[in-house]
């Protein structure tokens, strides 16, 4: 028959113990059942008043909560309305002398063939975590935005050995990743870098490598290339470029695609830089240039043909530009025609800003049956940013400046 | 016609005494070449990237004539080119004050060519106060380090100042700079 224990008041205490009237040892545990047993049970409440609450306190020894049929599909639960008020569900273990003294919170499934044990993190309406154990899934911890281990999206897992993966997207410092980004680290570290790195300490070994990897699906997939850029200005990409025989490419874009390909190499080794400044150019008959001291730049009067002009430095006037402080190889080369025999001085030489390059000899004592003479000059050239290069021709002596140029070839690259 | 660089650029009596131990021509005449090839860059630059797509809008003869072309080229639907910027600014050593005026004036270029000037380079007038700057330390830095190595063979002592030094160089016996060096054959 249902009934109340009326009268007890404030520090009065209601014990349950188990004593054998007729001493010796207990051998059946006490139990303090709430509710009812029998036909129809009915759920049974243990309720703290408002203001006070429920304490379960105990000497040495364990409290448990074990639920068995037909009561296992009760759960222990921890509810709250009150505005402003935070639940707490605490496991303290107050001992600050033994390292042993741990607080632990256990979740335990019953085995290979039970559920997950795991955290459920909800926010009713809005979002929702958990994190534990999958059971399905090779006994992966994981972090999913599901009601279970096994649900949502695999956020971030890790094997038992320590095999960390982000299957998503992983960020350091930020919670905003770059467009199309999975991996990041992005810090404000001022007067530090920002660094990713892939460090092998092993030093006994020659195979211990430290490597950064990047690869693709395969040859119907993109390329594979590392970008560097300083944000709003200038960005350099390198790698392999799949759409271009698997050549290996510098670019000046953010991808193998964008801006121009300043450097390229093929699988076979070929390398090309299609933006060095490298000019090739002739000139065919140009009458009466030289030959009584005249100093002609050749190109002057007959525009020379430009052949290539990889970096837009040479003017078909015969002038070439550096763009850039460097050293240049620089060539030159021509046949003259009408040398008349008093020609006994010649020079062909490239003029740069800062000095001559020449080849010297007498045209006249070196001719051919059409009265031709030719001559070569070569030099690796120091020039300024904005000097310019010039092949000319100086021939003396003659009666006039009746010599021709009948052919002329000038050319030149960025050496280093 | 158009007029650029008239604010003008001035170099100091070393920064002349260097640039003439190495040029045939004066310093206005090393800028006007340089100028010349910065132009003739941006026309070459322009034509390779949007003389193509300009054709493709044409029906008949193209006039070969610059002053239409680049005008045509640079106001096309989407006309853009990679600008090239001003380098990094190098620092002359300079003691004494740079006062002798090299580009009075400044120099006269077709609108045409103003116009591609703009198109390709940031900062036209920086980019050849850039190129003037560099060639004097550069001039400077070399004529430094040809005539020191000359000295300690010598082992004789000169100046640390680099103005100081490029005086005291230029006032050795013997000294010749290029243009007195040249000799014809």
Known sequence: MPGNINGVMWGDNISFSLTKPSGGDITTDGQLIIGSTGNNPQAGNLTGAVGSGIGVTNGAGTIALAFSSPYNEADFTFTNSIAGNTRTLSVSQTDNTNTASNAELSLESGGASGGDPFLHFLVTGGGEFSTGIDNTDSDLWKLTSGATPSAGTDLLTSTSAGALNAPVTLSVGSSTLPPNTQLANVQANVGSPSQIEAENTDNTNVESHAVLATKNGGTNGGDCFTVYEITGDQAFSTGIDNSDSDSYKITTGGSLDLGSVVYKMTSAGERTLPLQPAFGAFVGADADVTGNGADYVIGTNTAMTQIFDQNADFNTNGTFTSPVTANYQLSGSGLFGDIAGAMTSGVLKIVTSNRDYSFFNNPAGLVNAANQSGMVVSALADMDAADTATLNILILSGVGNTADIVNAEFNGFLAV | ?185
């Not at chain 2, 193209?62 to 005008?71: G, Y």
């Not at chain 2, 380098?87 to 004494?96: D, F, G, I, L, S």
């Not at chain 2, 703009?118 to 007038?125: G, I, Q, S, T």
């Not at chain 2, 004789?156 to 010749?176: M, S, T």
């Open chain 2, 1 to 185: 016609m158009k007029k650029i660089c008239s604010k003008g650029y001035k170099i100091s009596k070393p920064d002349e005494l260097a640039l003439e131990r190495y040029l045939l021509v004066t310093p206005k005449k090393w800028s006007e070449d340089a100028l010349t090839g910065m132009t003739n860059k941006a026309i070459k630059l322009i034509m390779r990237d949007w003389f193509e797509k300009y054709k493709e809008t044409i029906n008949g003869n193209i006039t070969p004539d610059f002053s239409v072309i680049i005008p045509a080229l640079t106001n096309m639907e989407g006309f853009k080119m990679n600008k090239i910027q001003v380098p990094e600014a190098m620092t002359v050593k300079r003691t004494e004050k740079a006062s002798k005026e090299i580009w009075d004036n400044g120099f006269d270029i077709e609108d045409y060519e103003e116009m591609a000037l703009k198109a390709v380079y940031e900062d036209p007038e920086g980019m050849m106060d850039w190129f003037m700057e560099n060639k004097i330390f550069q001039r400077r830095k070399a004529m430094v380090k040809e005539q020191e190595v000359k000295f300690i063979k010598e082992k004789k002592a000169f100046p640390a100042n680099e103005d100081a030094f490029i005086d005291f160089a230029c006032n050795q016996n013997g000294y010749k700079n290029r243009k007195q060096s040249e000799e014809l054959i």
